[in-house]
């Protein structure tokens, strides 16, 4: 996956808003207490997150709204896909892992692609938080930030939802899986 232009034609531009409102009016709780012409100030006004965000769904996250930071007075879009997002899929976790690989190499890394399009993969606390705004990760497993002591020993670590029940697991983090991707979080 290469980028090179990172922003948006009024024509797509106007689609995502279209797309972003119509999941958010779907999925008033989980942003309770926010207004959509809120969100949308905000994304008019920080124009150049438009571009993330278009990245985010087309990669398959469906980004909403989950949260108002009120020191910085940002709105927090995280992916919300029932399942971890289908174009961020089969990557290990970061480019010391990839490079550790003597085959099979997987064509990116979750951490890369984050960077990439200007998102942050959600840590443990993010991902619980998401958890409690529905039911994510059914059949699949997402990477979340991993601690940068158990990243030094060569793992990394990874959530998902069985049982009814969030789970924290760990695995080297040269480990690629079709259906582990990463779930992502921006601040707008």
């Known amino acids: 996956m290469t980028i090179d232009k990172k922003e948006l034609s009024a024509e797509g531009r106007d689609e995502l808003l279209k797309t972003l409102k119509a999941r958010f009016e779907k999925h008033k709780s989980r942003h309770e207490g926010i207004q959509w012409a ?13 571009w993330s965000l278009d990245q985010m769904e087309l990669t398959g996250g469906e980004p909403d709204v989950i949260g108002f930071d009120k020191k910085t007075g940002e709105y927090i879009f995280c992916d919300c896909a029932a399942e971890s997002p289908k174009g961020r899929r089969s990557l290990c976790y970061d480019r010391d892992a990839w490079n ?37 990760d059914l059949k699949t497993s997402s990477w979340v930030k991993t601690p940068a002591d158990i990243r030094k020993l060569g793992g990394a670590v990874f959530c998902d939802r069985r049982y009814d029940t969030v789970f924290y697991y760990h695995n080297g983090a040269e480990s690629y899986y079709a259906a582990r991707g990463f779930r992502g979080t921006l601040r707008v």
């Open 38 to 50: 809120d969100v949308e100030a905000r994304l008019n006004a920080k124009s150049e997150k438009l």
């Open 100 to 136: 550790f690989r003597k085959e099979h190499k997987p064509e990116n890394t979750a951490l890369d692609i984050a960077a990439e399009i200007g998102i942050e993969i959600l840590d443990e606390e993010g991902y619980r938080h998401l958890q409690t705004l529905g039911k994510f």
